[in-house]
């Protein structure tokens, strides 16, 4: 018997099934990622026929983990974001007792008030002129200066006031917003005039891998049973986390998954991604 050509076959044979066991690895591990296009489409039914206009891809069929986000507020030590804020810069005030601080230099001030601050620039204002269009991208390189990290926040435009910017800046994790937590923005054409609110950095990820959570599909369906009659339609669905306001004076935080919903008017609810109750 030539030995050495069976082993060649022999090992050939164990590559295969190797391989082929990859391949049924991976398509159950995507089958399990993945909402099945069946039952998406069967919700979307159901729900057109209840008269709430929806359609089928406003539905996201990626499954997301069940965790939590630990965060920290970003100004524990002051005279740390005080120096990425404002680089060199003057005590004015400093009251461990109170967690109250105040820091200046030429450009601007920064007061903190607990976990709350405001960040005041002292820069000759240059309003957008008539018909010109706010820019968020010049706000997002200009946080950037101010210290925080581009992939950690996202710019929601409010309004255009005076020939200013006027918006709030949302956290992020992974790309996911941070619902619950926002700092105000005021910006003129060259930079940012005014920040105000709480702000926290995600500290890490508590996994909860062997609870898995409640698919968007039994949330959506559940709607049909509520006695507000919302909403008429469904124009989009983000999957977040979400904190609530009467944590934002703790030093660390923790947010929750939740999927929000937008209607056609552009109102948000939010429902808890685990139990699938909204969240007042």
């Known amino acids: 018997m030539n030995w050495g050509r069976a082993k060649t076959i022999l090992i050939i044979m164990f590559l295969t099934v190797d391989i082929f066991l990859l391949c049924v690895l991976l398509q159950t591990r995507s089958d399990y990622e993945q909402l099945p296009k069946e039952t998406v489409e069967k919700t979307v039914q159901i729900l057109q026929d209840k008269g709430i206009k929806i359609q089928t ?24 974001a005080a120096e990425l804020m404002l680089g060199i810069c003057e005590v004015k005030l400093s009251d461990d007792e109170n967690h109250e601080y105040l820091f200046e230099n030429e450009e601007a001030t920064l007061k903190v008030k607990d976990t709350f601050f405001t960040y005041t620039s002292k820069k000759k204002v240059m309003p957008y002129g008539s018909g010109e269009k706010t820019d968020t991208k010049i ?29 709030r800046i949302i956290p992020l994790y992974n790309g996911k917003k941070i619902c619950g937590i926002s700092m105000n923005v005021k910006a003129d054409k060259e930079g940012i005039l005014s920040l105000e609110g709480h702000w926290f950095s995600s ?21 049909i049973y509520r006695n507000d009659q919302w909403p008429k339609s469904v124009e989009a669905i983000e999957s977040c986390f979400y904190t609530s306001g009467d944590y934002l004076e703790s030093r660390e935080i923790s947010a929750t998954p939740i999927y929000v919903i937008t209607d056609q008017s552009g109102h948000q609810k939010y429902f808890d991604a685990r139990v699938g109750n909204e969240i007042e």
């Open 139 to 167: 706000v997002q390189e200009n946080l950037k200066k101010l210290g925080f990290k581009a992939n950690e926040f996202t710019v929601l435009q409010e309004q255009n006031s005076s020939g200013l910017f006027e918006g």
């Open 203 to 223: 500290a890490e990820a508590e996994s909860y891998g062997n609870e898995p959570l409640l698919d968007i599909t039994a949330v959506l369906v559940n709607v």
């Open 57 to 80: 891809e406003t539905v996201p069929r990626q499954r997301t983990k069940n965790q939590n986000i630990v965060l920290k507020n970003y100004f524990s030590n002051p005279a740390q």
